[in-house]
């Protein structure tokens, strides 16, 4: 789900429906409903579907919601460090202030602090307990 999360963020590349398909289908099977649910929302206001795309779109999300309540059941989150708000540990941006946060390469996970790896090539970051684990960067590869 943190990669269909992260996908939102090529939309200039990616096509929308196929970032928020992936993203309600992710979403779904986490059992994350209410990020299930804006996924369905967006797919359903895109303009390029047909008629009959919408349809689909919405007769799947009634069955969906009709079984489950449109709420995220599983809550990890860590602590803003620059408002203290909590911030599910699948978004890199805080709800509160719309700070950014760069993501674990490792895991997908914001990275709140400044105690992390980063690779001497590509720059990419991770915590330092996760690469701990591996030899090389798990982006590049370029050895640790």
């Not at 967006?42 to 069955?63: P, V």
């Not at 719309?98 to 490792?106: A, G």
Request: contains cysteine; hydrophobic residues 35%; negative net charge.
């Amino acid at each position: 789900m943190r990669t269909a999360l992260y996908l939102c963020e090529f939309d200039d590349v990616i096509p929308a429906s196929d970032i928020h398909s992936l993203l309600g289908l992710a979403a779904c099977a986490n059992r994350a409903f209410g990020t299930c649910s804006k996924a369905f929302i967006k797919l359903e206001s895109l303009e390029s579907l047909t008629q009959e795309q919408r349809q689909h779109y919405e007769e799947l999300a009634l069955d969906i919601f009709t079984k489950h309540a449109p709420k995220d059941l599983r809550t990890n989150a860590s602590e803003c460090s620059s408002c203290g708000s909590m911030i599910p540990d699948w978004s890199s941006v805080c709800p509160s202030c719309d700070t950014k946060f760069s993501r674990c390469i490792m895991t997908g996970r914001p990275l709140m602090d400044y105690q992390s790896w980063s690779c001497g090539v590509c720059k990419h970051r991770a915590y330092d307990d996760e690469i701990r684990s591996v030899s090389t960067c798990p982006l590049c590869h370029a050895v640790i």
